[in-house]
C-alpha cells in the first residue's frame, strides 16, 4: 500500500466514521473509483485506533469526569453511573447482533449494491429527523436503548452509525447537542470492540493479514485521528445550526453516483 493510498484510506476512514454519512459506503466508492483496497485487517486496527484516539481526545472531559465521578458518593457520583449505566445499555444490541450474525453480516459486505442501497436508508432516516422535538428534560434515560438499537442497525453497509444513533436520540426526545455526545461516546466501546475482533483474526491468522510499511501504517493512523477529530466538532457545529437533514441530500447524492459507477 503506498502512502497515498494510506493517506486517503485513513481521511476517508476518519472522517466518515464520525461524519453521519457511512464509512462503509465511502469506501465502496473509494475502492471502485480508485482501485484501492483497505489493505489487509492490520491497516484496518490501525484505523480503528486512530478514530478511537480522536474520539477519546475530544471528549477528554467528560469521560475524565466519568472515570473520577464513578465511585464518588452522592449525586455527582449517581450520575456518573447512570450515564455509564445508559452506556452500557446503549452497547448492549450492537454487541449481540455483531457476536449473533457476524458470518452473514460479513457475506453482506461483500455487495457494493447493498452498500449504496444502505446509504439511500441512512438519507431516510437522517430527513426524518426534521420533524423531531426535544424533550424540556434530559431524555437520555429513555433514548439509551433506542440509540443502541440504532447503533446495532448500523452494522450493516451504508447504514451510518452516528446519523442513526442521532437521529434515535432526537426521535425520542433528546436535544441535539445531548443527543450527538451520547452517539460519540457511544462509539468507543463500538470501535474498540470492532478493533479487538479484527486484531484476533489477525493474531490467530484465520484471515490474510498483508503486513503494510511502517510509514503507511503510521500515515493511515495520523490521518484517521486528525480527520476523525475535525469530522466530530465539524458535525457538532452543523448540527446546532442545521440539523441532520443536509446530510441526508448528500447521502443520496452519493449513492446515486455510486450506482452510476459500481
Do not use: D
Not at 466514521?17 to 485487517?41: R, T
Not at 456518573?80 to 457476524?102: I, K, M
Not at 461483500?110 to 441512512?122: C, H, I, N, Q
Amino acid at each position: 500500500m503506498s502512502l497515498l493510498e494510506s493517506l486517503i484510506l485513513g481521511i476517508v476512514q476518519g472522517a466518515t466514521e464520525f461524519l453521519p454519512i457511512s464509512s462503509s459506503g465511502h469506501l465502496v466508492l473509494s475502492e471502485a473509483v480508485m482501485g484501492m483496497h483497505e489493505g489487509g485487517l492490520l491497516v484496518e486496527v490501525t484505523l480503528h485506533l486512530g478514530t478511537l484516539l480522536a474520539v477519546i481526545i475530544y471528549f477528554r472531559t467528560r469521560i475524565a469526569w466519568l472515570i473520577r465521578s464513578f465511585p464518588v458518593r452522592g449525586e455527582e457520583g449517581r450520575r456518573a453511573r447512570r450515564w455509564l449505566g445508559w452506556l452500557a445499555a446503549g452497547t448492549l444490541p450492537a454487541v449481540a447482533v455483531g457476536l449473533g450474525f457476524r458470518s452473514g453480516i460479513e457475506r453482506v459486505f461483500e455487495s457494493p449494491t447493498v452498500a449504496l442501497a444502505g446509504l439511500v436508508v441512512t438519507g431516510a432516516i437522517l430527513f426524518t429527523s426534521r420533524w423531531s422535538r426535544p424533550h424540556n428534560r434530559s431524555a437520555l434515560s429513555g433514548a439509551a436503548l433506542v440509540m443502541g438499537l440504532g447503533q446495532a442497525l448500523s452494522i450493516l453497509p451504508g447504514i451510518s452509525r452516528s446519523g442513526t444513533t442521532i437521529a434515535a436520540g432526537l426521535w425520542s426526545g433528546v436535544e441535539r447537542s445531548e443527543a450527538a455526545e451520547f452517539s460519540f461516546l457511544l462509539s468507543i466501546p463500538a470501535i474498540a470492540g470492532a478493533a479487538v475482533l479484527i486484531g484476533a483474526e489477525l493474531v490467530s491468522g484465520s484471515a490474510p493479514a498483508g503486513i503494510p510499511a511502517a510509514g503507511p501504517l503510521l500515515l493511515g493512523f495520523a490521518a484517521a485521528l486528525v480527520s476523525g477529530y475535525a469530522a466530530i466538532a465539524g458535525l457538532l457545529a452543523v448540527l446546532k445550526r442545521h440539523g441532520l437533514v443536509p446530510f441526508a441530500w448528500y447521502c443520496w447524492t452519493v449513492a446515486a453516483v455510486g450506482f452510476i459507477i459500481v
